[in-house]
Nanobody
């Protein structure tokens, strides 16, 4: 099992920045990729970004590309999501997730952290 704990959410004005953190514990050696998802009220959960644990390859949703960076610190078993030029439509609960294989589903999830962007 892998446990994930997010932190760093909050309230900002449009154009501001936030850095989300996710720390993994447990069987972290099984992690292949870690990702971030978000879910806004009344909407389905959507993919935001991901990073491979070994090679550091990154992936981004078109909606955040150019405004967001993802990084990892394997020594701290942590992944970070730096979001800049935030927009009101970025308001959502952000979840950290992990999967254990390239073609596997994300099976480990954090509890989520709220991001609210006001106009």
């Amino acid at each position: 099992q892998v446990q994930l704990v997010e932190s760093g959410g909050g309230s900002v004005q449009a154009g501001g920045s936030l850095r989300l953190s996710c720390e993994a514990s447990g069987r972290t050696f099984t992690i292949y990729t870690m990702g971030w998802f978000r879910q806004a009220p009344g909407k389905e959960r959507e993919f935001v970004s991901a990073i491979s644990w070994g090679g550091g390859r990154t992936y981004f949703a078109d909606s955040v590309k150019g405004r967001t960076t993802i990084s990892r610190d394997n020594g701290k078993n942590s992944v970070y999501l730096q979001m800049n030029n935030l927009k009101p439509e970025d308001t959502a609960v952000y979840y950290c997730a992990a999967k254990t294989g390239h073609n596997s589903a994300y099976v480990f999830w954090g509890q989520g952290t709220q991001v609210t962007v006001s106009s």
